[in-house]
């Protein structure tokens, strides 16, 4: 398919690229563009204006403790100072040639996706389109019909499930100036919206807590085609020894609902009284009962609910014995 016509706008630094998104009232950003892009192509829901933030370079540092937005997930994943469970994260994302281009701020803003969504124009007119693109019809969501405000669209990146399991904070910048949140509440549970970046808002780096070096952690993933699909179902775990005994678990999804899934006060209290094998039991069922997908991705929600539970088995197998 054609890519639609656009402007592109190639800032050179984030006070100009945030200059820019005051005096655009419609635009997107691109990064690496594997997501933007694609998505253009098949006509979902273009702008006439887009802003690279490639040449940003205040977007790039990289650290133990530090992750840029346009730190690319290749030079993440091999990384010697990024954190192991971040590293092994970005080595799961898409495929080689995707991760050169693919970034850091790009996968978290990743846009939801649903297969009545992310296909060709001709394919969506054809069934009359449907509500996260509706082109003005008024076109109602296919997945739960008959409610028309909400869209349950799936997040299916995988960073997030890690970066939610190492207890970072997520930072955005705008004209109006910068802010911070916990990275779980970056997230806003419809699949339009997406995330709270407000119009002009960019990300621009994510920070692990110092005591981030003293966490060890898993990351375990259902995918279609282990090469380079979307995450099917993601679970990070990420837990803290002392003296031969867990002081801190922390476990988060992703990859199932139109948001990632903290399920970290369910980890805490699994440690309270810990034993092994049954605790992790216990907790995979826990995780699988929190997560409701939907049927908008390649396998059925029950298969996944299902793969949560042994994924989440999987990812604390490391702990069994303590
Ligand atoms: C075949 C294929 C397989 C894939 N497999 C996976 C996978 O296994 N796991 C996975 O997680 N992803 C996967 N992806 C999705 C995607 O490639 C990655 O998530 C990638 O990291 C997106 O980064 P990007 O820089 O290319 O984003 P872009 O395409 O440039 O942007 C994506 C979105 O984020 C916004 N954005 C980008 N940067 C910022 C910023 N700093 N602040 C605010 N908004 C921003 C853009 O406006 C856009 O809406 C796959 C993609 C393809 C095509
Ligand atoms: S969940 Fe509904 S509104 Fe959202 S993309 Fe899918 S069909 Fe469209």
């Known amino acids: 398919m054609r890519m639609p016509p656009f402007t592109l706008h190639t800032p050179d630094n984030l006070a100009k690229a945030l200059a820019l998104a005051s005096e655009l009232d419609n635009f997107d950003w691109v990064a690496g563009g594997t997501d933007l892009l694609p998505n253009y192509k098949w006509h979902l829901n273009p ?3 887009v802003i690279s933030l490639a040449k ?5 540092a990289l650290s133990g403790t530090v992750v840029g937005a346009m730190v690319r997930i290749h030079d993440l994943a091999n990384s010697e100072d990024a954190h192991p469970l971040i590293r092994e994260t970005a080595a799961t994302i898409a495929s080689v040639m995707i991760r050169r281009s693919a970034t850091v701020g790009g996968n978290i803003c990743l846009d939801t996706r649903c297969y009545w969504f992310n296909q060709t124009e001709e394919w969506r007119r054809s069934i009359d389109w449907c509500h996260k693109c509706d082109c003005d019809t008024g076109a109602d969501c296919r997945v739960i019909p008959n409610q028309n405000t909400l869209c349950v669209a799936t ?13 970072a904070t997520i930072h955005l910048a705008s004209g109006a100036g910068a802010r911070s949140m916990p990275f ?11 995330n709270v970046l407000k119009t002009g808002e960019l990300v621009t ?5 110092e005591d981030a070096k003293n966490w060890q952690g898993a990351y375990q993933k259902l995918r279609l085609r282990e090469t380079w699909d979307f995450p099917e179902a993601g679970v990070a775990a990420a837990w803290k020894l002392e003296g031969g005994k867990i002081t801190g678990l922390r476990v988060a999804t992703t990859g199932c609902e139109s948001i990632p899934g903290d399920h970290s006060e369910m980890a805490a209290s699994a440690i309270e009284e810990w034993s092994g094998k049954d605790s992790i039991r216990e907790l995979s069922e826990g995780v699988r009962k929190a997560v409701k997908p939907v049927s908008n991705t ?3 929600p029950a298969y996944r609910r299902k793969m949560l539970r042994v994924l989440t088995r999987r990812a604390l197998a490391p702990l069994e014995h303590l």
């Not at 997040?155 to 207890?167: E, G, K, M, R, V």
């Not at 780096?205 to 807590?209: A, E, N, Q, Y």
């Open 47 to 49: 702008k006439p204006n």
């Open 56 to 60: 940003v370079n205040e977007l790039t």
């Open 155 to 167: 997040y299916q990146a995988d960073l997030a499930a890690a970066f939610i399991a190492l207890d």
């Open 184 to 194: 779980a509440e970056f997230f806003q549970l419809d699949g339009m919206t997406r």
């Open 205 to 209: 780096h994510v920070t692990l807590p």
């Open 298 to 300: 390649y396998f059925p």
